[in-house]
């Protein structure tokens, strides 16, 4: 065997530092990415923010400056003048206030805004007014943080009363509690505000609610003997329900609608819900008939390098300060670079998607295209896992609403005359056939597949019920409304 020395090319791809971050940018949400972006300002002097330049500051320094030499030369005179220059009038230091006599410009009113009072924290301020004992108060407290967000009482009465023997207990208390005390106590809390709070179900909640009521006792009877058949009631079971209760169609009707004015869940207008708000990345907006796509400009960040920390650095100097600056200004440039290029793809990817999904844009869910990301990673020549990463936690503001990238990427059910539909347009053909339906006798998932057959969609039966469980629409039978 011969040893040799030869040449040899070939391409090779590594994962160099900077093709890591342009990576990791690239999947990151707008929250994540300002969070990142602050996160290199901090720890990267030669990186900054280009900040918006103010309006006094583009004044030309040359009045200024004509207007201080001028005052100076007043000054410096032999002779003062009576009435001297000054910087400031008389209306900036005095503004006028209104008379007593005089209508203010803006009326004082007192702040009545007050902060969120959650269910628990009312009810123990009624508790507090009922003069109850101080054992009777101990089964009060513990019978209200057993509430759930409904109001229900998510425990069993034994439940409660071993946990007041328990704390009395500990006190040094030898009382003895009994379940039937517990239920007085809980009779209290359920005449309290909002009215059925500690129910331990639906029907003991409605019950409760109509005993308040100041409504006719003849309508109010009658929907208190609906509850007496709640399973019935909520199987949809009409006929049997009109025979056991012995009432008329009329009457039951006139029962279900009372029933409806209820509160079913009387904990829940206590329970603040958080709006989730999400920032556009990418805006869609036509403009002389042609869809223009173009990146949300609050969520660009403006990032140059430091040019005073910049000039500092010397070519030829070898200190640990000099080599200091330059790494951190090869790191600087380099994370812009990773950012103007994040920025780049996701415009080139948000653009290829509104071509292919124009029909949406127009005529609404029902028109969507199939789209996999193997179509668009070919179009912009780019792998399937970059157009998956930039299309991860990025929405889009389009005239129909605001969507996530991933929304308009789905799979294609074949159609009897050969071509392709979109399963979120089969979704919306769904909810729509289903909005239009007649109540009393809704549309099964066998009907509503033969109505998208003739359609020109075909669909199995299956297919139906899992694209209807997918928008959480309950089955026909959960729909049927009794009368």
Not at 409 to 424: L, N, P, Q, R
Request: with cysteine; glycine share 4%; aromatic share 4%.
């Amino acid at each position: 065997m011969k040893l040799s020395v030869g040449l040899k090319v070939a391409n090779t791809l590594s994962l160099t530092p900077q093709l890591q971050q342009a990576i990791r940018l690239l999947q990151l949400s707008s929250l994540e990415l300002e969070q990142e972006i602050q996160i290199q300002l901090d720890s990267n002097p030669l990186l900054e923010k280009v900040e918006e330049i103010n309006s006094t500051e583009s004044l030309p320094n040359t009045e200024q400056e004509l207007e201080t030499h001028d005052l100076t030369q007043e000054l410096n005179a032999d002779h003062l003048p009576d009435d001297l220059p000054v910087d400031t009038d008389w209306d900036d230091v005095y503004t006028h206030q209104p008379t007593a006599l005089a209508m203010p410009e803006y009326e004082e009113r007192e702040d009545n805004r007050h902060g969120h009072v959650g269910l628990k924290e009312h009810l123990l301020e009624q508790i507090n007014l009922l003069h109850l004992s101080q054992v009777d108060q101990l089964v009060a407290y513990c019978l209200i943080d057993a509430l759930d967000d409904k109001g229900f009482l998510d425990a069993e009465i034994a439940e409660i009363t071993a946990s007041v023997q328990h704390l009395l207990a500990d006190a040094g208390y030898e009382d003895e509690v009994e379940d039937s005390e517990v239920l007085v106590v809980l009779k209290h809390i359920q005449h309290l505000d909002p009215v059925g709070i500690g129910s331990r179900n639906l029907a003991e909640c409605l019950k409760i609610q109509l005993e308040q009521s100041v409504i006719q006792s003849q309508l109010r009877d009658n929907a208190l003997m609906l509850l007496n058949y709640y399973e019935l009631l909520v199987a949809n079971d009409l006929n049997k329900l009109l025979k056991q209760s012995g009432l008329s169609m009329s009457q039951v009707k006139e029962a279900i609608e009372l029933l409806k004015t209820l509160k079913p869940y009387p904990g829940m207008e206590f329970n603040v819900q958080e709006s989730d708000y999400q920032i556009p990345d990418v805006v869609v907006a036509k403009k002389n008939d042609k869809w223009q796509v173009q990146l949300n400009p609050d969520v660009v960040p403006k990032l140059r390098v430091n040019s005073f920390y910049a000039n500092m650095i010397r070519r030829a100097d070898q200190s640990d300060e000099n080599q200091y600056l330059r790494n951190h200004l090869l790191e600087a440039k380099n994370f812009i670079k990773s950012i103007d290029e994040r920025h780049k793809t996701l415009l080139k990817v948000a653009t290829c998607i509104v071509e292919h999904q124009k029909a949406f844009l127009e005529l609404g869910p029902e028109a969507m295209k199939p789209l996999v990301l193997r179509d668009v990673a070919e179009e912009v020549e780019l792998h399937e896992s970059t157009v998956s990463r930039v299309t991860t936690n990025k929405y889009m503001l389009t005239p129909r609403g605001l969507f996530e990238l991933k929304y308009f990427f789905s799979s294609h059910v074949g159609t009897t005359s050969g071509g392709e539909a979109s399963s979120t347009a089969i979704r919306a053909m769904i909810k729509k056939l289903i909005a239009n339906e007649n109540p009393r006798k809704p549309l099964s998932d066998n009907v509503i597949a033969n109505l998208l057959k003739e359609e020109g969609i075909d669909v199995a039966r299956r297919t139906v019920a899992k694209y209807r469980e997918s928008l959480h629409i309950p089955s026909s039978s959960e729909r049927k409304v009794l009368i």
